[in-house]
Nanobody, 124 residues
Framework: QVLLVESGGGLVQAGGSLRLSCATS????????LGWFRQRPGREREFVAA????????NYADIVNGRFTISRDNAKYTVDLQMNMLYPDDTAVYYC?????????????????WGRGTQVTVSS
């Protein structure tokens, strides 16, 4: 079992920044792909960003590309999401996830373990 716990969510004004962090434990592996997904009000869960085990590949959803940055620290078993230039439409519950697959980083089905999420609210 891999445990994931997100932190860093909160309320921020439009144009502001937040940094989310996800701590992994249990049977977490440095070889896991790590990703961030989100669920906006009234929408299904969607891909945000992902990074492979050695950070040689990073994928971003088009809507966040250039504003969000994913990073991981394999010594600490953490993955972060730096979010800049936030819009009210970025308001969502953000989830981190881990998976053994090295393929299809953009797809939730390739992830095996999920955190419970952290709320991000961006005000106008």
């Amino acid at each position: 079992q891999v445990l994931l716990v997100e932190s860093g969510g909160g309320l921020v004004q439009a144009g502001g920044s937040l940094r989310l962090s996800c701590a992994t434990s249990g049977r977490a592996r440095t070889s896991h792909t790590l990703g961030w997904f989100r669920q906006r009000p009234g929408r299904e869960r969607e891909f945000v960003a992902a990074v492979n085990w050695d950070s040689t590949r990073k994928n971003y959803a088009d809507i966040v590309n250039g504003r969000f940055t994913i990073s991981r620290d394999n010594a600490k078993y953490t993955v972060d999401l730096q979010m800049n230039m936030l819009y009210p439409d970025d308001t969502a519950v953000y989830y981190c996830a881990a998976g053994a697959s090295s393929f299809g980083l953009d797809y939730a089905r390739n992830y095996d373990y999920w955190g419970r999420g952290t709320q991000v609210t961006v005000s106008s």
